[in-house]
């Protein structure tokens, strides 16, 4: 089993910013890639940003040039900088990681969420 502990988030004022952390333990795993969804209430959970172990980055279109996603392979963490905050990024973000254990294969973990609200 892969436990994901998220941090950061809560309340930005329109063109502020927000730093949401993910970290991955556990036992005997490898992780293929690690990101960022989120999801208003009503709608489908959408890709915010992903990255894989090798670096690469992608991100749903409404966030480029605004968020930066970064990894650390050391400690299995990723990290999501928010800028320029808009009130549409409001929702709840949820960290994933998929990840290759010996005893289960291939497995998509998620966090339990963190609400990121934008708001003056």
């Known amino acids: 089993q892969v436990q994901l502990a998220e941090s950061g988030g809560g309340l930005a004022q329109p063109g502020g910013s927000l730093r949401l952390s993910c970290a991955a333990s556990?036992?005997?795993?490898?992780?293929?890639?690690m990101g960022w969804y989120r999801q208003v209430p009503g709608k489908q959970r959408e890709l915010v940003a992903i990255?894989?172990?090798?670096?690469?980055?992608n991100y749903v279109d409404s966030v480029k040039g605004r968020f930066t996603l970064s990894r650390d392979n050391a400690k299995n963490t990723v990290y999501l900088q928010m800028g320029s905050l808009k009130p549409e990024d409001t929702a709840v973000y949820y960290c994933a990681a998929r990840v290759n254990q010996r005893t289960t294969g291939w497995t998509l973990y998620w966090g339990q969420g963190t609400q990121v609200t934008v708001s003056s």
């Open positions: 556990g036992s005997d795993f490898s992780i293929d890639f």
């Open positions: 990255i894989t172990s090798v670096g690469n980055t």
